[in-house]
């Protein structure tokens, strides 16, 4: 799909916009993974979907500056894509807090019970959730978070998960990113081939276990990260095959997004 067409009809919300389905013209001759076709979007959700990433600042900053004096933000680029219980142990143990894992998570989530609702959606997410949407691409979510605080979370913005024929949360699995468990489980439920899946990620961690699971990924780089741990030179088949710095930047031309409609028959039930 050329990136003006596709550009143009996502700012205007034209729903007249042909896709090109890679038969004939210039680019049907591409070969390897950028011919693969993209029948699903599987998408990260802190810092990807929802605005949360100050909210678990506020959250952890209190726990470590009232047990310790120390800054959250030392390791703030650790704790991106990982789950509840692996966060709680790199906190812990870089800090050297007096609390279990379970102790410091208890008071974490009654911080961000607290702080959560008021998240607000990433800027210029909502209209390219629309936007595959609109092209009959069915989407899921792949997100760390517990059950109960993706509840929290999805709460108040009814609109944008109704987008959504899959939810897959850390609690559904068993290893957190960057394993690929989560990412493959969320394809299994959209009952789509992992090779035809794109991942939108703002953590390393989840762009790692993306590529693990064989999909392509694209990364909305976090503030926290350096851009080079997107893309490490000793890892080449682990790059993000697009960094983005916002939503606006998405390059359409990267990738050969389906025209068929048959690939939402078996994705339609929302969760």
Not at 7 to 36: H, I, K, N, Q, Y
Not at 137 to 147: D, F, G, W
Not at 186 to 214: M, N, S, T, W, Y
């Amino acid at each position: 799909m050329r990136r003006d067409v596709a550009g143009a009809a996502l700012r205007s919300g034209s729903e007249s916009v042909e896709l090109d389905d890679g038969e004939g013209g210039g680019d049907s001759g591409m070969r390897g993974e950028e011919e693969r076709e993209i029948r699903a979007v599987i998408w990260d959700m802190d810092g990807t979907l929802l605005d949360t990433e100050p909210l678990y600042l506020e959250a952890e900053g209190a726990i470590v500056t009232r047990l310790c004096g120390g800054d959250i933000r030392e390791i703030t680029h650790r704790l991106l894509g990982t789950t509840a219980t692996d966060s709680a142990r790199i906190v812990i143990d870089h800090f050297r807090l007096p609390l279990t894992p379970e102790e410091y998570l208890e008071e974490r989530f009654e911080r961000l019970s607290e702080l959560c609702p008021r998240a607000k959606t990433m800027p210029g997410v909502e209209r390219l959730v629309e936007f595959f949407s609109s092209r009959g691409i069915p989407q899921a979510v792949a997100t760390s978070s517990p059950r109960e605080l993706l509840r929290i979370k999805r709460e108040p913005h009814p609109a944008l998960f109704a987008h959504f024929a899959a939810i897959v949360c850390g609690d559904d699995v068993v290893r957190g990113k960057p394993d690929p468990e989560i990412f493959l489980l969320a394809a299994q439920r959209l009952h789509i081939a992992p090779e035809h899946c794109l991942v939108f990620e703002d953590a390393p961690a989840g762009v790692r276990g993306a590529k693990l699971a064989g999909m392509r990924a694209v990364a909305l780089v976090n503030e926290h990260v350096d851009r080079r741990a997107y893309a490490p030179d000793f890892q080449q088949e682990l790059h993000a095959d697009q960094l983005l710095s916002t939503f606006a930047d998405f390059d359409f031309d990267m990738f050969h997004l389906t025209t068929s409609a048959s690939c939402t028959s078996k994705a339609t039930a929302r969760t």
